[in-house]
Every structure is written in structure tokens, then in C-alpha cells.
């Protein structure tokens, strides 16, 4: 039967739950680790993928998913006349939207590709609400209106405790100016407008935990939270502390905590978190 179809890139994170269950077509990313190529989630997994760049002698490369796999996945899910819509990480850190760009244009599907502005679980966010929509027979129109209403409500705030990462991978930009000579500071990054922003930096964890604590009063004070997640690099000291704020502050509410997907965990380094929510865009 001719609908809409969900893809996404392997940035999102999604568990194989949320895949299956919302029927979601995954575009993945390759990694390469001292020579070898990885394929995300078919070749290596989040948790292989932090112990390999532990012990690997250069910082591991990360390629957007290669133009044909894209246009071979839109074609296949447009044999039955379906169309497509492809929620991309955002293009501040990934040239995956110009290969989606390309594909869609090549491709002899019905393709619409679209920059989430965000990538990890708040990528997943606007996939996973596109994907049910299409699943109730929503149209494009309704679909896409949905995803940039839950894009415009999500927040993602990310704790980067060794700069080393994030400096070497460029993807700071001109903010990477202020901090190259102050390797032993923490940053705090917030993902807004599709854009990296440094928000803190200081010495030490307290500089970090200061600000959280800012957007634990910011999380008190909304309402209508509908999902949070936790994406680490082996930050477990870090994730225990939000989750026990987000206890006492969300008692009940779920919060999904996961290794977080290869790209992040490159340019975020060893010991980074990211905290994201979004609130249901409909009240």
C-alpha cells in the first residue's frame, strides 16, 4: 500500500524497539578506527565503538552515509508508489543532508529531506512523532508541520569534559578560538538553530554542574514534558547525578539512557553527556 515513509541517519540512536515498532528505515553512518571502516550499527555498536576509540591511535573519521546507499533505500521503499520524507542530523556537523540532498534528487521516489537542526535522541524525537504520524495515514503536509513544531520545542544541552575531541574534529568553529589555549577547561554546548553554542566554560566539573542546575530549573518550570534522554561517553558519574535531579523533578516519567551514536562520541570525547527533552508541541 502506497503511504509515507520514515528515514533517518544512524545518528539518531533509536533503539531496535523504536525501529521495528515504528517502522523506521535507518541510513547509516561509517566510522574509521585506525584504518578500519566501521559500519554503524551493522558492524559496530555504540559500546564497541567507545572501547575501540579508548585504545585507537588517532581520532577515529567519521563519513556521512555514502550518496548511493541513500538513493538505493529511497528507491526500494518507493517501488509501492510510497513516498518519503528523510530527517537528517544537523548540517552544522554533518554533510549527511547533502548526500540525502543528492540522493533525493537522483532517486526515482517521491523524496522530501529535512534538517532536524539536531541529531542523537532529539533527531529521534521528531523521527519517532513523524513515523506514528505516518503510521495513522497523516499526509506530508501534517507530518512535516508536526516534526518542526516538536524540533521547535526540543532542547539539548551536552557536558564536554576534554576538549581534546571536539577541537581536533573542527566542529567548534570560530568558538574554537577562545578555547585552544585553555585545553584543561569544561564546556557546556547547547544544540539551537541547528548551531553548536558554547553556554559555559570554566575549570573543573562545578563549572558544568552550575549550569545544569540551570536547566533543572528551566525543566521544573515547563510543562508538558513528553521525552528525555541521556547520551554518554562513559560518563556514568555525570548521567547518575541528572538522573537523580530528574527523579525528583519527573517522578514516573521515563528517561531513556544510552551510549551515545559514534559521531558524538568522537568529537565529544571521553567523559561527555548530552540531557534532552522536548514538550508536546499540541498544548
Do not use: W
Not at 503511504?3 to 533503539?15: E, P, Q, R
Not at 561509517?30 to 555498536?45: G, L, W
Not at 539551537?192 to 558554547?198: E, P, Y
Request: aromatic share 6%; with cysteine; hydrophobic share 40%.
Amino acid at each position: 500500500m502506497a503511504n509515507i515513509k520514515i528515514v533517518t541517519d544512524s545518528s539518531a540512536g533509536l533503539t531496535d524497539q523504536q525501529i521495528q515498532e515504528n517502522h523506521i528505515t535507518i541510513v547509516p553512518l561509517t566510522v574509521m578506527i585506525d584504518d578500519t571502516i566501521y559500519v554503524e550499527r551493522e558492524s559496530i555498536t555504540n559500546k564497541e565503538f567507545i572501547d575501540k576509540m579508548k585504545t585507537s591511535k588517532t581520532l577515529p573519521k567519521t563519513s556521512q552515509p555514502p550518496l548511493g546507499s541513500f538513493v538505493e533505500t529511497f528507491d526500494k521503499l518507493g517501488e509501492d508508489g510510497s513516498s518519503v520524507i528523510c530527517f537528517t542530523m544537523l548540517e552544522a556537523i554533518s554533510g549527511t543532508i547533502h548526500a540525502a540532498e543528492q540522493a533525493a534528487n537522483l532517486s526515482k521516489t517521491d523524496v522530501t529531506v529535512v534538517d532536524s537542526q539536531f541529531t542523537d535522541q532529539a533527531l529521534a524525537f521528531q523521527v519517532i512523532e513523524a513515523a506514528q504520524l505516518a503510521a495513522q495515514g497523516a499526509d506530508k503536509a501534517a507530518i512535516l508541520e508536526r516534526a518542526a513544531k516538536v524540533r521547535d520545542n526540543t532542547h539539548l544541552f551536552m557536558g564536554i569534559v576534554t576538549l581534546e575531541n571536539i577541537l581536533k574534529g573542527g566542529r567548534l568553529g570560530r568558538a574554537a578560538g577562545m578555547l585552544t589555549s585553555l585545553l584543561n577547561i569544561k564546556i557546556v554546548l547547547q544544540v539551537t538553530g541547528g548551531q553548536l553554542k558554547v553556554r559555559a566554560k570554566g575549570r573543573g566539573m562545578k563549572t558544568i554542574d552550575r549550569y545544569f542546575d540551570k536547566v533543572y530549573e528551566q525543566i521544573k518550570q515547563t510543562p508538558n514534558i513528553k521525552a528525555i534522554g541521556i547520551s554518554h561517553v562513559e560518563a556514568f558519574d555525570s548521567i547518575d547525578k541528572i538522573q537523580a535531579h530528574l527523579k525528583e523533578l519527573l517522578p514516573g516519567m521515563p528517561v531513556l539512557v544510552r551510549e551515545t551514536v559514534p559521531i558524538i562520541a568522537t568529537h565529544g570525547g571521553p567523559g561527555a553527556f548530552a540531557l534532552m527533552y522536548y514538550t508536546d508541541p499540541t498544548k
